[in-house]
């Protein structure tokens, strides 16, 4: 689904990340993990295709994503940022029905039913059905949050790439979207989702890309990546961790260490 080799991004002229070879595969879900700036939503925007490469090739779908349309990648790709804008006066409903824009010619403003349908799924996907005529800048951090997740189901591009998330979200909602996405993952989409938590990473993730020192660190299973000579290296600080018998991965700051 896609493929990226020797891919290098520079942001405000300076490299942010070079040599990265990174493959995802329809059917899965990659966590991309790593300290602030190790260049996480620059290199999810280089494959939403908002971010133009600095080197290296970008393919999508066996097509190179340079030659793709806007509307041919808003069919492919879908990306929800961890800060989205705030349209003014749409209401919930509105918000969801612009991820079917890419399946519509630009002279048709009218949806269609297979629009409306999809609007309607996503918005029962996320619990947002009873919310649906509130105005979108009434609402809270949280619930902005699963809007865009909302919009990004009612696109239903095969690929779907989240900057966090999990941000503004209580426990409860967190597991949710993260259950949301692995039930979207199950029916063959392939997923890309950046997480500052560890565990929910190696809980909900197939594989883990760890980004530090402006490249790839390591991308593999939960089990291998998080490695805690590894982790130390990334984040600067002790972090330790443990396997659990039935496979689960467990990470947490070594305070024993840092005393």
């Given at each position: 689904?896609?493929?990226?080799?020797?891919?290098?991004?520079?942001?405000?002229?300076?490299?942010?990340?070079?040599?990265?070879?990174?493959?995802?595969?329809?059917?899965?879900?990659?966590?991309?993990?790593?300290?602030?700036?190790?260049?996480?939503?620059?290199?999810?925007?280089?494959?939403?295709?908002?971010?133009?490469?600095?080197?290296?090739?970008?393919?999508?779908?066996?097509?190179?994503?340079?030659?793709?349309?806007?509307?041919?990648?808003?069919?492919?790709?879908?990306?929800?940022?961890?800060?989205?804008?705030?349209?003014?006066?749409?209401?919930?409903?509105?918000?969801?029905?612009?991820?079917?824009?890419?399946?519509?010619?630009?002279?048709?403003?009218?949806?269609?039913?297979?629009?409306?349908?999809?609007?309607?799924?996503?918005?029962?996907?996320?619990?947002?059905?009873?919310?649906?005529?509130?105005?979108?800048?009434?609402?809270?951090?949280?619930?902005?949050?699963?809007?865009?997740?909302?919009?990004?189901?009612?696109?239903?591009?095969?690929?779907?790439?989240?900057?966090?998330?999990?941000?503004?979200?209580?426990?409860?909602?967190?597991?949710?979207?993260?259950?949301?996405?692995?039930?979207?993952?199950?029916?063959?989409?392939?997923?890309?989702?950046?997480l500052h938590d560890l565990n929910l990473a190696a809980a909900f993730a197939d594989r883990?890309?760890?980004?530090?020192?402006?490249?790839?660190?390591?991308?593999?299973?939960?089990?291998?990546?998080?490695?805690?000579?590894?982790?130390?290296?990334?984040?600067?600080?002790?972090?330790?961790?443990?396997?659990?018998?039935?496979?689960?991965?467990?990470?947490?700051?070594?305070?024993?260490?840092?005393?």
């Amino acid at each position: 689904m896609i493929a990226m080799r020797d891919v290098a991004l520079a942001y405000g002229g300076c490299r942010v990340l070079e040599h990265v070879d990174l493959e995802v595969r329809a059917g899965e879900l990659l966590a991309l993990v790593g300290p602030n700036g190790a260049g996480k939503s620059t290199l999810l925007r280089s494959i939403a295709g908002t971010m133009p490469l600095d080197g290296g090739s970008l393919i999508v779908a066996e097509r190179a994503l340079a030659t793709l349309s806007a509307r041919e990648r808003g069919r492919l790709v879908s990306l929800v940022e961890a800060e989205g804008p705030v349209p003014e006066g749409m209401t919930v409903g509105d918000v969801v029905a612009m991820g079917r824009l890419p399946f519509r010619a630009w002279w048709q403003w009218s949806s269609h039913d297979a629009d409306r349908a999809a609007v309607d799924a996503a918005l029962e996907r996320l619990g947002l059905t009873a919310m649906r005529a509130r105005l979108f800048g009434e609402l809270s951090s949280g619930e902005r949050q699963r809007v865009w997740i909302a919009l990004a189901v009612a696109q239903d591009a095969r690929l779907l790439l989240l900057d966090e998330p999990t941000s503004h979200l209580d426990l409860r909602h967190a597991y949710d979207a993260l259950t949301l996405v692995r039930s979207l993952v199950a029916d063959g989409h392939g997923a890309v989702v950046v997480l500052h938590d560890l565990n929910l990473a190696a809980a909900f993730a197939d594989r883990i890309a760890l980004l530090g020192a402006r490249t790839l660190l390591a991308c593999g299973p939960p089990s291998t990546v998080l490695e805690e000579a590894r982790l130390r290296s990334a984040y600067g600080i002790p972090i330790a961790v443990r396997h659990e018998p039935d496979g689960r991965v467990v990470t947490f700051v070594d305070r024993a260490v840092l005393r």
